[in-house]
C-alpha cells in the first residue's frame, strides 16, 4: 500500500482557536507535530493537508495570508515539507462540495499526487474530518488536540470504533511502530 496520510491542519498540526487562525504570527505547531510530519516523511509517506479556511470568506484574512501560514510551516520542516496542501475558503453556507464534510478536498489530493485514499489514514479533530474521511472509505483517526476533546464529548455515533489519540505525534509513532 502506498504509505499516504491526510491531515486536518487547525488542532492537528497547529493550535486551533474560536477566534480563528488569522496570520502566521498566530499560527502555532501543536506540541509535537513538526517531528511528526518529519518523521512520516523520513519514513518514505506521502503526506497531504486539506482544510477548512472560511476565515477568508469571513474576511479575517486572505490568500496572502493563508500562504504565510503555510510558509511558517515549510520554513519549519525545511526538506520535510507535506507534499500537497488543499484548502476551502467557503462558508457550510456555500455547500462548497470542497468544504469538509464534503469530500472535494479529498479528491484533488487524488488528482494531484496521482494517489488513491482508499483506506489511508485521515487525521482530524472534528466531526466534519471523521466525515469526510468515512465518505472517502479512508481511516479516521481523532487526536485530543485542538477541538478533540470538544468532539469527543458529543458522544456522536460517528465517532465509534475511531480510534483516539492525544496529538498527532502520539498517532504518528503508532502508525509507524505498526508498520502501517
Ligand atoms: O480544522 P481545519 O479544517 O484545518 O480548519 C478549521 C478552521 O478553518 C476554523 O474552522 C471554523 O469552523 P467554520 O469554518 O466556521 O465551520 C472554526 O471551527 C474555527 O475555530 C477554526 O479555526
New binding site residues.
Given amino acids: 500500500m502506498h504509505k499516504i496520510i491526510v491531515l486536518?491542519?487547525?488542532?492537528?498540526i497547529n493550535e486551533?482557536?474560536?477566534?480563528?487562525?488569522k496570520s502566521a504570527e498566530e499560527w502555532i505547531p501543536v506540541e509535537g507535530s513538526m517531528e511528526a510530519i518529519r518523521a512520516l516523511k523520513q519514513a518514505g509517506w506521502t503526506v497531504a493537508i486539506?482544510?477548512?479556511?472560511?476565515?477568508i470568506k469571513r474576511g479575517y484574512y486572505d490568500r496572502a495570508t493563508l500562504s504565510s501560514m503555510h510558509q511558517k510551516m515549510n520554513d519549519l520542516l525545511e526538506d520535510c515539507k507535506p507534499d500537497w496542501i488543499s484548502y476551502s475558503p467557503y462558508?457550510?453556507g456555500d455547500n462548497s462540495p470542497s468544504r469538509?464534510p464534503q469530500t472535494g478536498m479529498m479528491q484533488a489530493i487524488e488528482k494531484a499526487l496521482n494517489v488513491d485514499l482508499k483506506g489511508a489514514p485521515f487525521v482530524?479533530?472534528?466531526l466534519?474530518?471523521i466525515q469526510a474521511a468515512r465518505s472517502m472509505s479512508m481511516q479516521p483517526y481523532l487526536v485530543r488536540s485542538?477541538?478533540g476533546e470538544r468532539t469527543l464529548a458529543t458522544q456522536d455515533p460517528m465517532l465509534q470504533g475511531v480510534e483516539v489519540f492525544d496529538n498527532l505525534q502520539a498517532l504518528v509513532e503508532y502508525l509507524l511502530a505498526h508498520g502501517a
Avoid at 486536518?8 to 492537528?12: E, K, S, W
Fill in positions: 486536518d491542519r487547525d488542532g492537528v486551533d482557536s474560536d477566534a480563528f487562525i486539506a482544510t477548512n479556511q472560511s476565515g462558508l457550510s469538509k482530524g479533530d472534528t466534519a474530518d485542538g477541538k
